[in-house]
Protein backbone atom coordinates (compact mmCIF):
# COMPACT_ATOMS: atom_id res chain seq x y z
CA UNK A 1 0.00 0.00 0.00
CA UNK A 2 1.40 3.33 -0.92
CA UNK A 3 1.68 5.88 2.00
CA UNK A 4 3.13 9.40 2.67
CA UNK A 5 4.48 10.85 5.71
CA UNK A 6 5.15 14.32 6.84
CA UNK A 7 7.09 13.99 9.65
CA UNK A 8 6.78 17.54 11.29
CA UNK A 9 3.51 18.75 12.84
CA UNK A 10 4.78 22.22 12.32
CA UNK A 11 7.72 24.44 10.73
CA UNK A 12 8.11 27.62 12.51
CA UNK A 13 10.60 30.51 10.03
CA UNK A 14 10.83 33.59 9.95
CA UNK A 15 9.94 36.25 7.67
CA UNK A 16 12.60 36.38 4.72
CA UNK A 17 14.16 32.79 6.04
CA UNK A 18 14.15 30.03 3.61
CA UNK A 19 11.90 27.16 4.13
CA UNK A 20 11.49 23.40 3.94
CA UNK A 21 8.42 21.44 4.39
CA UNK A 22 9.66 17.59 4.71
CA UNK A 23 7.67 14.78 2.57
CA UNK A 24 8.77 11.09 2.47
CA UNK A 25 6.70 8.44 0.19
CA UNK A 26 6.29 5.15 0.02
CA UNK A 27 5.08 2.93 -3.61
CA UNK A 28 5.23 -0.25 -5.31
CA UNK A 29 6.39 1.16 -8.53
CA UNK A 30 7.29 5.10 -9.71
CA UNK A 31 5.43 7.99 -7.83
CA UNK A 32 3.66 10.71 -9.43
CA UNK A 33 4.31 13.91 -6.75
CA UNK A 34 2.08 16.95 -5.83
CA UNK A 35 2.30 19.70 -2.99
CA UNK A 36 -0.89 21.21 -2.16
CA UNK A 37 -2.02 24.10 0.19
CA UNK A 38 -5.13 24.54 2.30
CA UNK A 39 -6.12 27.76 4.08
CA UNK A 40 -8.49 28.11 6.93
CA UNK A 41 -12.05 26.16 5.79
CA UNK A 42 -11.32 25.94 2.20
CA UNK A 43 -10.53 23.17 0.26
CA UNK A 44 -6.73 22.15 -1.28
CA UNK A 45 -4.63 24.19 -3.84
CA UNK A 46 -2.16 22.96 -5.79
CA UNK A 47 1.39 23.75 -5.86
CA UNK A 48 3.39 21.62 -7.72
CA UNK A 49 4.29 18.28 -8.92
CA UNK A 50 6.86 15.69 -10.14
CA UNK A 51 5.67 13.42 -12.86
CA UNK A 52 8.83 12.57 -14.77
CA UNK A 53 12.60 14.98 -15.93
CA UNK A 54 14.37 17.16 -13.67
CA UNK A 55 14.26 16.51 -10.23
CA UNK A 56 13.84 20.35 -9.45
CA UNK A 57 10.23 20.98 -10.24
CA UNK A 58 8.82 24.77 -9.99
CA UNK A 59 5.42 25.56 -8.67
CA UNK A 60 3.10 28.77 -7.41
CA UNK A 61 4.18 31.60 -5.30
CA UNK A 62 7.52 30.65 -5.73
CA UNK A 63 7.70 27.35 -4.38
CA UNK A 64 9.32 24.37 -5.35
CA UNK A 65 10.02 20.66 -4.77
CA UNK A 66 13.14 18.18 -4.97
CA UNK A 67 12.44 14.30 -6.14
CA UNK A 68 15.21 12.25 -4.18
CA UNK A 69 14.54 8.82 -5.36
CA UNK A 70 16.81 7.02 -3.56
CA UNK A 71 15.98 8.90 0.04
CA UNK A 72 12.00 8.93 -1.77
CA UNK A 73 11.83 11.90 -0.58
CA UNK A 74 9.79 15.23 -2.13
CA UNK A 75 10.53 18.08 0.55
CA UNK A 76 8.96 21.43 -0.44
CA UNK A 77 10.61 24.37 -0.15
CA UNK A 78 11.19 28.28 -0.72
CA UNK A 79 14.18 30.62 -0.54
CA UNK A 80 12.42 33.45 1.26
CA UNK A 81 9.46 32.60 3.75
CA UNK A 82 6.65 35.26 3.30
CA UNK A 83 3.84 36.12 6.11
CA UNK A 84 0.99 35.01 3.75
CA UNK A 85 2.48 31.68 3.22
CA UNK A 86 1.14 30.63 6.64
CA UNK A 87 -1.10 27.90 5.80
CA UNK A 88 -1.55 24.42 6.20
CA UNK A 89 0.72 22.03 3.69
CA UNK A 90 0.19 18.82 2.01
CA UNK A 91 2.13 15.99 0.33
CA UNK A 92 0.21 13.54 -2.01
CA UNK A 93 1.44 10.24 -4.20
CA UNK A 94 0.18 7.99 -6.48
CA UNK A 95 1.49 5.38 -8.19
CA UNK A 96 2.12 6.10 -11.83
CA UNK A 97 0.42 2.51 -13.01
CA UNK A 98 -3.22 2.22 -13.43
CA UNK A 99 -6.24 4.06 -11.74
CA UNK A 100 -4.15 4.22 -8.29
CA UNK A 101 -5.50 6.62 -5.63
CA UNK A 102 -4.02 9.81 -4.61
CA UNK A 103 -3.34 9.34 -0.91
CA UNK A 104 -2.23 12.41 1.08
CA UNK A 105 0.05 12.96 3.96
CA UNK A 106 -1.09 14.27 7.64
CA UNK A 107 -0.36 17.40 7.26
CA UNK A 108 2.43 20.27 8.71
CA UNK A 109 1.37 23.56 9.81
CA UNK A 110 3.67 26.41 8.38
CA UNK A 111 4.20 29.64 10.08
CA UNK A 112 5.94 32.37 9.44
CA UNK A 113 6.77 35.23 11.51
CA UNK A 114 7.21 38.75 11.14
CA UNK B 1 -11.06 29.65 -14.38
CA UNK B 2 -12.99 26.47 -14.17
CA UNK B 3 -13.61 25.10 -11.08
CA UNK B 4 -15.30 22.06 -8.66
CA UNK B 5 -18.58 23.24 -7.48
CA UNK B 6 -19.82 21.85 -4.43
CA UNK B 7 -22.90 22.16 -2.31
CA UNK B 8 -24.24 23.27 0.19
CA UNK B 9 -20.78 25.26 2.05
CA UNK B 10 -21.66 24.14 5.49
CA UNK B 11 -24.58 21.34 6.84
CA UNK B 12 -25.75 20.87 10.29
CA UNK B 13 -27.72 17.92 10.68
CA UNK B 14 -29.13 15.82 13.54
CA UNK B 15 -27.74 12.32 14.51
CA UNK B 16 -29.61 9.76 12.63
CA UNK B 17 -30.88 11.74 10.09
CA UNK B 18 -29.78 11.48 5.90
CA UNK B 19 -27.86 13.98 4.21
CA UNK B 20 -26.55 14.83 0.59
CA UNK B 21 -23.41 16.28 -0.72
CA UNK B 22 -23.22 17.47 -4.71
CA UNK B 23 -20.54 17.72 -6.62
CA UNK B 24 -19.53 19.05 -9.98
CA UNK B 25 -16.66 18.35 -11.27
CA UNK B 26 -14.46 20.37 -14.09
CA UNK B 27 -15.81 20.26 -17.18
CA UNK B 28 -14.25 16.99 -19.37
CA UNK B 29 -12.48 15.66 -16.05
CA UNK B 30 -12.85 11.82 -15.96
CA UNK B 31 -11.45 11.04 -12.51
CA UNK B 32 -13.48 11.91 -9.57
CA UNK B 33 -12.57 12.15 -5.70
CA UNK B 34 -14.62 12.53 -2.81
CA UNK B 35 -12.14 12.58 0.18
CA UNK B 36 -13.03 13.52 3.75
CA UNK B 37 -10.97 15.22 6.16
CA UNK B 38 -11.10 15.49 9.83
CA UNK B 39 -10.29 18.64 11.39
CA UNK B 40 -6.33 18.73 12.14
CA UNK B 41 -5.37 15.86 9.53
CA UNK B 42 -5.00 14.79 5.98
CA UNK B 43 -7.22 13.80 3.39
CA UNK B 44 -8.64 10.38 3.05
CA UNK B 45 -10.47 8.84 -0.02
CA UNK B 46 -13.64 7.75 0.31
CA UNK B 47 -14.22 6.61 -3.24
CA UNK B 48 -12.27 7.03 -6.94
CA UNK B 49 -14.53 6.94 -9.50
CA UNK B 50 -13.41 7.33 -13.33
CA UNK B 51 -16.19 8.30 -15.02
CA UNK B 52 -19.14 6.35 -13.84
CA UNK B 53 -16.91 2.99 -12.87
CA UNK B 54 -15.84 2.95 -8.92
CA UNK B 55 -12.69 2.88 -9.04
CA UNK B 56 -11.87 2.63 -5.42
CA UNK B 57 -14.29 2.40 -1.98
CA UNK B 58 -12.47 0.06 0.12
CA UNK B 59 -12.47 2.68 2.58
CA UNK B 60 -16.17 3.59 1.99
CA UNK B 61 -18.39 2.65 4.79
CA UNK B 62 -20.80 0.98 2.81
CA UNK B 63 -22.95 0.28 5.83
CA UNK B 64 -23.98 4.50 5.82
CA UNK B 65 -22.18 5.94 3.20
CA UNK B 66 -23.17 5.65 -0.44
CA UNK B 67 -21.96 7.60 -3.54
CA UNK B 68 -23.04 7.67 -7.80
CA UNK B 69 -22.04 9.31 -10.53
CA UNK B 70 -24.60 9.21 -13.27
CA UNK B 71 -23.48 9.68 -16.77
CA UNK B 72 -19.94 10.24 -15.64
CA UNK B 73 -20.37 13.58 -14.79
CA UNK B 74 -21.21 15.04 -11.74
CA UNK B 75 -21.55 13.14 -8.46
CA UNK B 76 -23.65 12.88 -5.20
CA UNK B 77 -22.44 11.42 -1.64
CA UNK B 78 -24.97 10.17 0.66
CA UNK B 79 -24.78 9.05 4.28
CA UNK B 80 -28.00 7.54 6.04
CA UNK B 81 -27.87 7.72 8.78
CA UNK B 82 -25.80 10.15 9.96
CA UNK B 83 -23.31 9.41 13.22
CA UNK B 84 -21.41 12.22 15.64
CA UNK B 85 -18.29 10.86 14.42
CA UNK B 86 -19.59 11.90 10.84
CA UNK B 87 -18.62 15.52 11.34
CA UNK B 88 -15.51 16.58 9.00
CA UNK B 89 -15.08 18.77 5.89
CA UNK B 90 -16.07 16.92 2.88
CA UNK B 91 -14.07 17.30 0.04
CA UNK B 92 -14.31 16.35 -3.99
CA UNK B 93 -11.57 17.12 -6.60
CA UNK B 94 -11.01 15.99 -9.85
CA UNK B 95 -8.65 15.61 -12.30
CA UNK B 96 -8.59 15.00 -16.69
CA UNK B 97 -5.89 11.89 -16.04
CA UNK B 98 -4.07 9.96 -14.14
CA UNK B 99 -0.91 12.04 -14.28
CA UNK B 100 -2.03 15.70 -13.38
CA UNK B 101 -3.14 17.13 -10.48
CA UNK B 102 -6.36 16.71 -8.63
CA UNK B 103 -8.49 20.11 -8.61
CA UNK B 104 -10.97 20.22 -5.11
CA UNK B 105 -14.02 22.14 -4.38
CA UNK B 106 -14.25 24.49 -1.55
CA UNK B 107 -15.92 21.53 0.77
CA UNK B 108 -18.71 21.18 2.48
CA UNK B 109 -18.34 21.20 6.60
CA UNK B 110 -20.87 18.60 7.99
CA UNK B 111 -21.69 18.99 11.59
CA UNK B 112 -23.70 16.43 13.12
CA UNK B 113 -25.85 17.19 16.40
Known amino acids: AQSVAQPEDQVNVAEGNPLTVKCTYS??????LFWYVQYPNRGLQFLLK??????LVKGSYGFEAEFNKSQTSFHLKKPSALVSDSALYFC????????????FGKGTMLLVSP | EAEVAQSPRYKITEKSQAVAFWCDPI?????LYWYRQILGQGPELLVQ????????DSQLPKDRFSAERLKGVDSTLKIQPAELGDSAMYLC???????????FGQGTRLTVV
Open chain 1, 50 to 55: YITGDN
Open chain 2, 27 to 31: SGHAT
Open chain 1, 92 to 103: AVRESAGYSTLT
Open chain 2, 49 to 56: FQDESVVD
Open chain 2, 93 to 103: ASSSHMNTEAF
Open chain 1, 27 to 32: VSGNPY
